[in-house]
T-cell receptor, first 112, second 115 residues
Framework: GNSVTQMEGPVTLSEEAFLTINCTYT??????LFWYVQYPGEGLQLLLK?????DKGSNKGFEATYRKETTSFHLEKGSVQVSDSAVYFC???????????FGTGTRLTIIP | DTAVSQTPKYLVTQMGNDKSIKCEQN?????MYWYKQDSKKFLKIMFS???????INETVPNRFSPKSPDKAHLNLHINSLELGDSAVYFC??????????????FGSGTRLTVV
């Protein structure tokens, strides 16, 4: 079956630091890949997505590239802000009407 | 207008009680889901309904019973609440036929605390 493995947290960085949160997946076929973000006390919001190999998803300064050869979809941001503090979830969705499969989430804390 | 709305946002209740959580979406989606998020933030799908029909029923105690009166609503009823049911429950929706490139739209969650 499909699965997503995320870098374990928590991750604590200083403001303006470079961020990488690792995500690798196992899936049959050609899944779509997603990053969701959950701010404190809120629901999940779609941050970015990529639907095929070598696609790059980007939003709010975050980027992730669909790497089929390494089955990875690492999340990056060049300069984080305090407001980026949240839990980040990597997810995939296979073909048909397959359900969205989530990783375990990575809690990110940015300190001023 | 909120796309996926859940009520209540917070629910504190005693062990043994029966409670319901309601979810409504105004996106015109035909598939709705319930997820449970535990204290470690792990998300686990519980149920999925497509056009009022149950299509996903993960290993969930039968004290949990979803009901979908129409494709815009999916409610979750929980009987005989236990301490371990304390969690945040998220409703989500999506549209079939749009392909795997579409994720889900989530509600803001219902924090259930059983005391």
């Amino acid at each position: 079956g499909n699965s997503v493995t995320q870098m374990e947290g928590p991750v604590t960085l200083s403001e303006e630091a470079f961020l990488t949160i690792n995500c690798t997946y196992t899936a049959t076929g050609y899944p779509s890949l997603f990053w969701y973000v959950q701010y404190p006390g809120e629901g999940l919001q779609l941050l970015l997505k990529a639907t095929k190999a070598d696609d790059k998803g980007s939003n709010k300064g975050f980027e992730a590239t669909y790497r089929k050869e390494t089955t990875s979809f690492h999340l990056e941001k060049g300069s984080v802000q305090v407001s980026d503090s949240a839990v980040y979830f990597c997810a995939l969705r296979g073909g048909g009407n397959e359900k969205l499969t989530f990783g375990t989430g990575t809690r990110l804390t940015i300190i001023p | 207008d909120t796309a996926v709305s859940q009520t209540p946002k917070y629910l504190v209740t005693q062990m043994g009680n029966d409670k319901s959580i309601k979810c409504e979406q105004n996106l015109g989606h035909d598939t709705m889901y319930w997820y449970k998020q535990d204290s470690k933030k792990f998300l686990k799908i519980m149920f999925s309904y497509n056009n009022k029909e149950l299509i996903i029923n993960e290993t969930v105690p039968n004290r949990f019973s979803p009901k979908s009166p129409d494709k815009a609503h999916l409610n979750l009823h929980i009987n005989s609440l236990e301490l371990g049911d304390s969690a945040v429950y998220f409703c989500a929706s999506s549209q079939t036929g749009t392909g795997r490139g579409y994720g889900y739209t989530f509600g803001s969650g219902t924090r259930l605390t059983v005391v």
